[in-house]
């Protein structure tokens, strides 16, 4: 599957792997060679996203049963 189905499955499926609050506050932006690009207007959700990035990426990864997301950053 080509990083565009990837990205656009994980948009659909934000609130899902996340949960409602979390997902509520940061969004997808992109996704390319397995970096994914998150925005967040909360500094607040931001600093916890990147401390807890290697828990989001395996909740991601095991969602979709295969590595898609190597790494997070915020745009």
């Known amino acids: 599957m ?10 659909k499926d934000w609130k899902l792997i996340i949960g409602d609050i979390a997902a ?3 969004n997808v932006i992109s996704l390319k060679n397995g ?5 967040s207007n909360s500094s607040v959700w931001r600093s916890e996203f990147i401390l807890r ?3 989001f990426i395996k909740k ?3 969602h979709y049963k295969q590595e898609i ?3 997070i950053t915020f745009y």
């Open 24 to 26: 509520n506050k940061i």
């Open 2 to 11: 080509g990083e565009f189905i990837h990205l656009e499955n994980i948009k």
């Open 35 to 39: 970096n994914l690009k998150l925005k």
């Open 69 to 71: 997301i190597k790494n």
């Open 60 to 62: 991601i990864n095991s």
């Open 53 to 55: 990035e290697k828990e």
